[in-house]
């Protein structure tokens, strides 16, 4: 079946920087539009930021002009790089890959990856 699978989360002080990778398998991962979300315990999933399938991206306004999406169709795997870290960052951070067809919705998650920021 689908796979996401995301790495690189971790412990990091205030202003420090992380780099997250999902990679993804049995999917045409091109066809596909993907996001990083993120959880807080007792809080609703919310987009960090997606990137779609032409390379369109968009951002939380929390997170603009810190964070980066980036996809590489050829190796199957999206990433995050996250600038400038505060602990209000700090959450479980997830993968979604998503495609609409007239017939259906695929929509993918990973197991996620916790981040947390703390001095």
């Known amino acids: 079946q689908v796979q996401l699978v995301e790495s690189g989360g971790g412990l990091v002080q205030p202003g420090g920087s992380l780099r997250l990778s999902c990679a993804a398998s049995r999917i045409t991962f091109s066809w596909y539009d993907m996001g990083w979300y993120r959880q807080v315990p007792g809080n609703q999933r919310e987009l960090v930021a997606g990137?779609?399938?032409?390379?369109?991206?968009t951002y939380a306004d929390s997170v603009k002009g810190r964070f980066t999406i980036s996809r590489d169709n050829a190796k199957n795997s999206l990433y995050l790089q996250m600038n400038s870290l505060k602990p209000e960052d700090t959450a479980v951070y997830y993968c979604?890959?998503?495609?609409?067809?007239?017939?259906?919705?695929?929509?993918?998650w990973g197991q996620g990856t916790q981040v947390t920021v703390s001095s």
């Open positions: 990137i779609t399938s032409k390379d369109s991206t």
């Open positions: 979604n890959a998503a495609r609409r067809t007239p017939q259906r919705l695929f929509d993918y």
